[in-house]
């Protein structure tokens, strides 16, 4: 069933048309060896996208869009009060993540983790 998810996502993005233009920030462009594009319309953008343990992302931005797990990924980040908490996703699971600017945390996953993202660009 996770699958499908997968599968929907990406019959959703080939339903639309026309490529999009990225930007000075885009992932893709500052960090081919950790995102891959798989697919871009003027509506969606699908990444693949790798977390290696000890890799460090440069500055990018990206727009909303949907994260699913293509495996089990783990990894400890900061909870805003000191402390540490365990983010862990089991294969399948689908997320959002808002948009914004991020860079400059090295992984500290588990496990090299594999995703796909489904970028909105509307």
């Not at 790798?50 to 909303?64: A, C, F, K, V």
């Not at 994260?67 to 689908?94: H, I, S």
Request: glycine share 8%; hydrophobic share 45%; aromatic share 8%.
């Amino acid at each position: 069933m996770p699958l499908r998810y997968v599968v929907l996502l990406m019959l959703l993005a080939f339903a639309a048309g026309v490529l999009a233009v990225p930007t000075a920030l885009d992932p893709v462009q500052v960090a081919p060896h950790i995102y891959e594009l798989a697919f871009e319309n003027d509506r969606v953008r699908v990444l693949k996208r790798t977390i290696r343990n000890g890799e460090t992302e440069p500055l990018m931005s990206q727009p909303d869009r949907v994260v699913v797990y293509l495996n089990a990924c783990a990894w400890l980040e900061d909870d805003g009060e000191g402390g540490q908490r365990m983010q862990d996703f089991k294969f399948g699971t689908p997320t959002w993540a808002p948009a914004g600017s991020r860079g400059g945390w090295t992984a500290n996953v588990i496990q090299e983790c594999h995703v796909v993202e489904v970028e909105l660009l509307e």
